[in-house]
């Protein structure tokens, strides 16, 4: 009897061992696939639906000069990320927003382990002269540009579980900014000296380099830009960020916005939804030109949408008396175009953007360059996310001290009011 009770024993303490070593074993692969999934690159991100990208400002005044909080960083960060935003872009390395958005990022993942966010980073580039009473040389550069470049290598290194993305110039090379920018080389330049970092190991190895610019400026425009300088820097980035604005072209390229074909017959509210469809395969047309033009190289790489995004009010001419483009009714449905078309092309989309900012545009509070955010200042989810709201997305989460609620107040009928239907070429016409 004694000896069965030994073996009983001896068994019993046989299979808790083999559970305790099992159980052991089961949390060693967790936190194994945890720091898997913290030690993702741009490679894992891009393209991901997992990993949602978002264009990132937080300045909430129009003095441009008041710079936003860590709090309040701390806040909008918060509520991206309860959107499914895990991506974000942002600039102006030389003010404290960008350093002080990576040092909020860092916090809330000392915070929480589970914490994920991660920031493309960008050096402005101007050409010589930018922004100045002389005239602009657009073959030289500005000497402000090295200080951009060293900081934002000082600042990846500082925080590589963070920074996955380096971007040189933020439409620096489109010729429409006549003010600033610059001939390919110069762009080429610093990506080449990025790249160079990398390989001699004083950058991340697995950090992407590239440009963020207009389709026009990778080739998707005309042959203007088509120059061996912009040929040789396709070849050094790692992707394409490319920059579309149908909503701006409405204006300045209406044909696909006017005089859509087979309206006859058709309600207000089916030629808005056709009007808006045309402006998704807009977009799709602009950066399958990229395509194309890098194709016509031999290269093949990732194009992402660098920027893309659309103003819910303008009183200008994007309003109700000129191309009849902007409100909250229309900007929903550009965001969930942008969203579904790159989701399922496996492209992300850097959506411009988060927050309203009332610095943007000028004095006029009509400006549309002040009205592109999917909240406003004061924490109003507009109509774009309402859904969100009525999910409880946002429970618990804050801007400027507010819950976040909806615009108009969650009533459908009186945004609808301020619906507009895009006009024809004939009404136009009679306008001017």
Not at 65 to 75: A, H, M
Not at 131 to 152: A, F, G, L, R, Y
Not at 182 to 210: A, R, S, Y
Request: charge should be negative; aromatic fraction near 10%.
């Amino acid at each position: 009897m004694k000896n069965y009770r030994s073996i009983i024993r001896n068994c019993l303490l046989i299979v808790l061992i083999c559970i305790a070593w099992s159980c052991g074993k089961v949390k060693k692969n967790d936190v194994k696939e945890d720091l898997s999934n913290k030690e993702v690159s741009a490679k894992d991100i891009l393209g991901n639906p997992d990993y949602l990208a978002m264009s990132f400002g937080a300045y909430r005044h129009a003095d441009h000069s008041i710079e936003p909080t860590l709090e309040e960083l701390q806040e909008d960060v918060k509520l991206l990320h309860a959107l499914g935003v895990r991506m974000l872009r942002t600039y102006k390395v030389h003010l404290p927003q960008a350093e002080n958005l990576l040092k909020v990022i860092h916090e809330l993942k000392q915070q929480d382990s589970n914490f994920e966010m991660y920031v493309m980073l960008g050096a402005w580039i101007d050409c010589k002269n930018a922004w100045t009473d002389q005239e602009p040389i657009h073959n030289e550069e500005s000497e402000d540009n090295k200080p951009q470049i060293e900081k934002v290598v000082a600042l990846t290194n500082q925080y590589p579980d963070i920074v996955k993305v380096i971007a040189v110039g933020n439409e620096a090379m489109v010729k429409w900014a006549a003010t600033y920018y610059v001939e390919p080389w110069v762009i080429l330049k610093w990506v080449n000296h990025l790249q160079d970092l990398k390989k001699e190991g004083k950058l991340p190895k697995d950090l992407w380099v590239t440009s963020s610019d207009n389709f026009a400026s990778w080739g998707g425009g005309g042959e203007e830009y088509h120059v061996e300088d912009l040929n040789k820097l396709i070849k050094a980035v790692d992707f394409l960020s490319v920059h579309t604005y149908p909503m701006h072209d409405t204006h300045y390229q209406p044909e696909f916005w006017l005089n859509q074909e087979g309206l006859e017959g058709k309600t207000d509210m089916e030629k808005i939804e056709i009007a808006m469809l045309s402006a998704k395969d807009y977009a799709i047309m602009q950066a399958g030109n990229v395509k194309k033009y890098m194709e016509s190289l031999g290269v093949n790489k990732p194009i992402h949408i660098g920027e893309t995004g659309w103003a819910s009010f303008s009183s200008g001419q994007y309003g109700a008396k000129g191309s009849k483009a902007c409100d909250e009714y229309k900007e929903a449905l550009y965001y969930k175009h942008m969203r579904d078309w790159t989701n399922e092309a496996g492209m992300s989309c850097f959506y411009f953007e988060g927050f309203d900012e009332p610095w943007k545009g000028g004095d006029n509070p009509g400006n549309s360059e002040k009205h592109f955010g999917l909240f406003t200042v004061d924490g109003k989810a507009k109509y774009a996310l309402w859904n969100e709201v009525d999910n409880g997305t946002f429970k618990g989460l804050t801007r400027n001290g507010n819950p976040i609620t909806k615009t108009y107040n969650g009533d459908k009928e009186a945004l609808m009011k301020e619906v507009l239907v895009p006009p024809t070429v004939a009404e136009i016409n009679q306008s001017h």
